[in-house]
């Protein structure tokens, strides 16, 4: 580029000298990329990407993510050349116990790291969601403003590897970015034809671009990645191409210029060793005996980057203010969003439902309280894996997120529209709400069946571990799904996922208890959240005789109270099956054994709850328990104690009627009173 | 075709008529695509595919999987067509109780059934994991026989629907197949345009066919479902094209011919209803009044494709036979594989490691197995999703599964080869497992981090769903793996992986044990197993003082038996902690505390022995129990009881030296002391 002179290259050849030394000094980790990958890099953070260094949460930022996260060091030393408080001894504490440079980006924990990347192709998907978010984020504040007129126009930017692109779930969200058209997405693929195993022939020999222009792409090549110039011009034109995603191919040479280990799977995910990291600076013009060698005109012309973009914030500001008072109702929406607030007020407008035996499935309560939400709530949006009609979680008459001319029969909608339709991309699902809630202060939420939540683990995990407010809606959630059998039926999946640290996993009985899981999971704005939910019809239990469903946000509590008062012994369960755990107290209460049944719709609620509530849901005195759960019986041990006993599933189901499946599999309230009559 | 005439024509009508009168009939199920797929699933079942109806289980059958197992009716009706043994009754109790007509198609339960399908996308994998096998096969019993002139050579014909195509999975697969050269494998693509959200303009308008021909197979467009000329060229041009994959996009209409209903996301996945089922029979010139109406000169016509079967095959088995005699030597290895049975003497060649403080890594001592196992089991073969070296998948010197035009310097080989390289592809690997399994004797294993079980955890589910002996090489099994950080470190995929039933979950403790559980794997061959393997050294213990590495092969065995030889506490654990729990026992037994040691590395094996040994490996007076494992709780209150302790973690973990992270987390043999003594 005209502007870069001799500072720049050296600033470059400095980035590849800190990750050679970084990975040195720890003795592993992956210096080839961030060599390779240095020229892009730095051009993105010095000239092509609108950021304020000083400020890495103003909300006008482009966003970088950084797929390929291994080569974390790519990432730490732009952040450290431009200005966003890491510094030398930083980089030197690379991979190493409270350091700020952790083996992977992980967001939170480093300023200017956008989202936790390591799982391959999960970025790319976080990239997709950004890119979304932005646009309904636009059309929540500011939809009348001209294309790239807007306050809140700005760029989402990534960089891609092999083993990234090789991931199903980069394809499921390119593809779903192709059909939206994602104008404000520029993707770097960093094509250098190594991975672990080396030679990717072996692999990978697609035609990488010819896929990106099917997905419907905009597709450049670079076949240099030391060519500045070619890399600012497709930049450019990436850029200025406002109606489809860009993708550049960039042919890189990882680990350039080490003499020795330079396109070899070797310098992939190894130290280089003194001798070559020497003889690499040898070639660089710099002075091997030295280490984290920084010229000082060097980081001073690149942290010029600070007051550039103190600079640009200054300008923004002034437009900002302009705008907040111009538009009173969507700045204070953007308050809300930015601090995840939500408007007083809004608890009042969630469903009820009167007792009524024959009852509702609680996918249909789900779809009842989103709509009731919605107009309370306009950061509230979500969709389907292609299944929004089974999982309830299309609202009547909302307009649907797509591009104007994707519109169909049955969807209507626009680029500002609120419905989301994922496609059968459940692992993309994932990965896009969690670009979604990285973005901003939206709360999305998607649906498909539980099983499949098998696919979306990947992403699931990443929004636990990042603490990322989405929510799941998993519905047919049982063998109550009935003929679709085995391979759609839920058996392992409640363990599954209850095993996942920080992950709220939630099955509610009824629809008053969907209701109530629903506003408990919108108040915490610091974790993910999975709704199970039943296929079938639940009775909707009579609140006038049992315990309120208010229990619900405690994630345990009495639903059904011994006569005497006095339980001789506690059923407890889940979901569809809680009401079988009804029925059995009342033939043991008929017996004459005082029976209490507890709801237990979330065990992480419930392990929050301090220690006096718990005993009091359940008595420690009392030892003869049972769990009723149509699932794999993991896990409840620690509910019903050594002397209890779990009624569950062993097995995988079956295809056959649900009221044919939980009769033979033996989920029946006879089998719940004789194992409780054994635990008694 | 030529060869077809009006009762071809009227069996296809019959298969549209049979397909929505059995989802009329049970009330619920997917007749759409069943109606639309008829024409070319019939050409392909009565020309095409290479088949004995009378013996499903013929070795030298073209394999067919249908990839849209919602759509089972496709594949049930032409079973019934070519009398495979399935009659109208069957179809008259699909999706019922006990019936052989389950609502997706499931292996081993209806004859014919290659595979289990309905999770989307993952019949795209078995289909190239078929063709991979296929192959490798051939070069294991018929390498020198000249292309198209083996015994062993046969095709792999897949259908698979929108959905399928909108999975990664099958993109993995895709690319994985183009790089392999499957000129084996042939794909029809069911573009039909709608899927349950209707219309797939709303996520779904990429190229598929572009795709795939960046993938580098072979791409036939065919504009109407209808055209059984065209589709019948397309078979003939697909199965003459030898050096790649290919696949015949074919543009159908959903639901044809029903007046009111084709082309729409309603015939999708419900029952047509009366008055249209009627309606669309008077289009077909049926009686509208008449179910399930079979002409006889149609199912006589239908039927013939036994006789032709038969034939084929007795021409064959003449060709077998003296292939037998010639080649006694494959002969044998091939009744071995198809039988499932391991050469005797075959664990004489098993390694075992002397004592060794120092140790050696679990991952590393599986290596050594695979290394000393290879010449005795060829049918023995397998890789790694781009981990070989991190996972030792790859046995020194054998040559790679690889067309000779994709070798590289790193890895020799050629199509014959037997070191798969799956590149990052972990769905895909799963899935081409299963496929490898399901197609013959071959025993397949497949390697990647254990954190990335949850990316190809929908095949590990469908592997141990049709009980196939696939096994997954898990390295790098916990926080033990150091700097890659919480994105790499498993910590809640112990319980995740024991939750899934009919998976064998197998962490050793040293190298001897996993020689063991490797051994007791192999004899197992109907199930799926994962290793987790460390990525540390570990201690290789004295067997001369403690118990023996065969007590693996019972999942729980005394390692270590109290110095009194009656134990006041009982400490266990699995893989890299179990070293923690010996260090405590010293500690304890110093302090005058007599501590057994029990190793836990099979939960499920564990479970399979009687109650007297799983009693006299826990003693039920034994109270006082410590388990000690570096991932969630989850499942271990089982083995400790009321009054145990559980040493574990119960979050992510971090980026740091992995004895830091031990240390940091409280995973020491003080804590499980201090745990120890709380328990008494």
């Avoid at 502007?3 to 970084?22: E, H």
């Avoid at 010095?46 to 996260?69: E, I, Y």
């Avoid at 030197?92 to 992977?104: D, E, I, V, Y």
């Avoid at 901003?440 to 990322?468: E, H, I, K, P």
Wanted: proline letters at 6%; a negative charge; glycine letters at 10%.
């Amino acid at each position: 580029p005209e502007s870069f002179g001799d500072l720049d290259r050296k600033a470059i050849d400095t980035a590849r000298v800190l990750a050679m030394d970084a990975v040195q000094k720890v003795g592993n980790g992956h210096p080839g990329t961030a060599m390779s990958m240095a020229p892009v890099a730095y051009l993105l953070f010095q000239k092509w990407l609108t950021h304020d260094p000083s400020d890495p949460n103003w909300p006008a930022r482009d966003r970088f993510v950084l797929s390929m996260g291994h080569s974390s060091l790519t990432l730490y030393v732009q952040l450290y050349l431009a200005g966003y408080g890491l510094e030398l001894e930083d980089l030197q504490a690379l991979r190493t116990w409270g350091s700020k440079t952790p083996g992977h980006p992980e967001v939170g924990h480093t300023a200017g790291v956008e989202t936790t990347t390591g799982p391959l192709g999960q970025g790319v998907g976080n990239a997709v969601g950004m890119a979304m978010a932005a646009r309904r984020e636009r059309g929540l504040l500011d939809p009348e403003a001209p294309e790239g007129e807007s306050l809140f126009d700005h760029t989402i930017w990534a960089f891609a590897s092999d083993g990234d692109l090789e991931e199903g779930i980069s394809g499921e969200a390119s593809s779903l970015a192709g059909t939206q058209q994602l104008g404000n997405l520029v993707l770097v693929y960093d094509d250098n034809k190594i991975s672990i195993e080396d030679d990717t022939t072996i692999a990978f020999t697609e035609d990488v671009g010819a896929r990106y222009a099917a997905y419907g792409w905009h597709v450049q090549h670079v076949d240099d990645g030391e060519d500045l110039a070619s890399i600012d011009a497709a930049f450019a034109a990436a850029k200025a191409e406002t109606t489809r995603p860009s993708i550049i191919v960039l042919r890189t040479v990882i680990g350039w210029p080490s003499p020795n280990k330079q396109n070899t799977g070797g310098v992939h995910g190894s130290a280089l060793g003194d001798a070559e990291v020497e003889a690499t600076k040898e070639v660089l013009g710099f002075d091997p005996e030295k280490t984290f060698d920084v010229a000082p005109e060097v980081i001073e012309h690149t942290r010029k980057a600070v007051t550039r973009g103190q600079e640009a914030q200054a300008a923004w500001q002034t437009r900002f203010k302009a705008w907040q008072q111009g538009n009173p109702e969507a700045a204070a929406l953007l308050e809300r969003m930015t601090t995840r607030t939500l408007p007083e007020g809004w608890q009042a407008k969630l469903p009820s439902w009167d007792a009524d035996p024959k009852g509702v499935a609680t996918r249909k309560a789900s779809g009842e309280v989103l709509a009731a939400l919605y107009p309370e709530l306009p950061e509230l949006w979500g969709g389907s894996a292609d299944l929004a009609e089974s999982n309830n979680t299309a609202v009547k008459g909302e307009p649907s997120f797509l591009p104007a001319s994707r519109q169909t029969k049955a969807w209507s909608g626009g680029p500002y529209g609120r419905t989301l339709h994922f496609g059968v991309r459940e692992h993309a699902m994932g990965a896009v709400m969690n670009g979604i809630a990285l973005h901003g202060g939206t709360r999305v939420y998607g649906g498909t069946f539980l099983t499949f939540s098998d696919y979306m683990r990947g992403a699931v995990r990443l929004a636990a571990l990042m603490q990322l407010p989405v929510t799941y809606v998993w519905t047919h959630d049982s063998i109550g799904l009935g003929e679709d059998g085995p391979t759609h039926q839920p058996i392992e999946h409640y363990a599954a996922l209850r095993a996942i640290p920080g992950l709220d996993f939630v099955r509610p009985a009824d629809a008053n208890e969907t209701a109530v899981a629903w506003r408990t999971i919108l108040e915490n704005n610091d974790r993910p959240a999975g709704l199970a939910l039943s296929r079938q019809n639940l009775p909707v239990f009579d609140r006038s005789e049992f315990g309120s469903a208010e229990g619900v946000a405690k994630g345990g509590y009495v639903l059904a109270e011994a006569s005497t008062g006095t339980p001789e012994v506690v059923l407890m369960g889940t979901g569809s099956e809680v009401q079988i755990a009804v029925a059995a107290r009342e033939q043991l209460e008929a017996a004459g054994v005082p029976t209490r049944v507890v709801s237990l719709p979330c065990w992480e609620w419930f392990a929050e709850q301090d220690q006096a509530y718990r005993e009091q849901v359940l008595p420690p005195t009392v030892k003869a328990r049972v769990s009723v759960e149509a699932g794999v019986p993991m896990g409840w041990r620690e509910f019903v104690g050594d002397a209890g006993r779990i009624v569950g599933l062993n097995h995988y189901g079956a295809s056959a009627s649900f009221s044919k499946l939980y009769e033979e599999f033996g989920l029946t309230a006879d089998a719940v009173v004789a194992a409780a009559r054994e635990s008694i």
